[in-house]
DNA sequence: GCCTGTATGTCAGCTAGCTGACAATTCATG
DNA sequence: CATGAATTGTCAGCTAGCTGACATACAGGC
């Protein structure tokens, strides 16, 4: 299995990951806290070492966007801190969490002295901008059953796990939640899963996703490990 | 005013400007002309010195979102030169352009010792991050009138003149391309935008669009140079 | 076990915005 | 300045997906 790009830890230098972890803390969060929300000052790079968080950017309006998934080994925060300003986005535990805490400041000195891991960043920058701009793609050009399936797709390359069933996505999400990654309601994602389930192209049991059909899977497969 | 963040030219040391410079070479490109396209291998990461250049994302049903419009100083072809692999966006000419050309690994060793400029493009990509984040955002939360004001608010802070009417920005668009931007249809930009011109928020005067409506002004006074 | 809150399933309107089609206008170029 | 191409303007259907409303199912705490 290719090292997702996500994944800053796995493919920085051993002697930076060491003093890396020098630089912060360890904290943990209970599932459903949150490391930051939108609208506090930034003052923190967070690295995940342990659990799942989710990234999300509130709107006006009182919808809520899904940007990204984090898992272990992947960092998060940073747009903001290298940016400057507050957050625009909010982090939240899904589950039980560890997060090594750097203090921004600390950070940026880090990468002045370590060029290596500074690529390793540019890299992550760029993979997630450009499954960011998938995601606009999508949305402006696809129904919500290609949005969804494409999601499943999408996850499946970066925490599919083999099944009986197919390829399993090792992660619990709500029919909001998915919502929320797509752009529709809750609703409509339900009656839409309802449907792929019937067509047989995915299944879900014990409230995860399972890609079933093979077609699709030979496109996880195919796709490169864009997280 | 301040610096755009975008613009990396002016944010990096002068001495690391100097040898970025020879690193490259200069190329010229008419109106219209693609510097690369999607689906080609990805060789160079490249530098706008003058002109404009529209970058979009093709997607497989025949539309196309426009992601970004870059501005001289800024940096472009980078997320897809860092990330490997082919282009997955193209890159168009609006006008007569001037580019530095640098192959993909010279421009890597040389971030990989010039750590302040490194630093740069961490923050110029974290930018454009966010950027994205946005466009997400407005997509699934608000209607086509909105996404016309906000676009235009977005651009008035990366390239609004000041002119009698209020804020012109200086950039031509056909109702296509608005229409590509925000995820809807040329028709509706066409209604859309002669409503708001009635209502006296927008003004259409030589192909380029004024902001009017003095709250307006105000939003893109206060919001950060985003860009 | 029971109770409470959260998640899922379903449905009847309703509407923003899409489609396709055509005319009018402006622009580029020989 | 004539001609073809691109852009803009307008309109009559039509439909995907949203809203709001309700019923059911499930999970965890006491």
Partial sequence: MQTALADLLSRIPDSDRESLFHLGKVQNYAKGEFIFSAGEASQYVFLLLKGRIKIYQPSTV????????????????????????????????????????????????????????????????ACRLRVLGDVVINLISDDVRTRILKMALQLGSRCGIPSPQGLCLDIVLTHQEIADMIGTTRQTVTTTLGQLEREGLLSIDHHKIHITDNDLLQQVRRSPALA
Same sequence: chains 1, 2.
Avoid at 65 to 88: D, H, K, M, S, T
Wanted: hydrophobic residues 50%; proline residues 2%; charged residues 20%.
């Fill in 62 to 125: 009182g919808k809520e966007a899904i940007l990204w998934f984090c898992f272990a080994g992947e960092l998060f925060g940073l747009a903001e801190a290298a940016r400057g300003g507050g957050r625009v986005v909010s982090a939240q535990a899904c589950d039980a969490c560890e997060v090594l805490c750097i203090r921004q400041e600390h950070f940026t000195a880090f990468l002045e002295t370590h060029p290596k891991t500074s690529l390793v960043i540019v890299q992550v920058l």
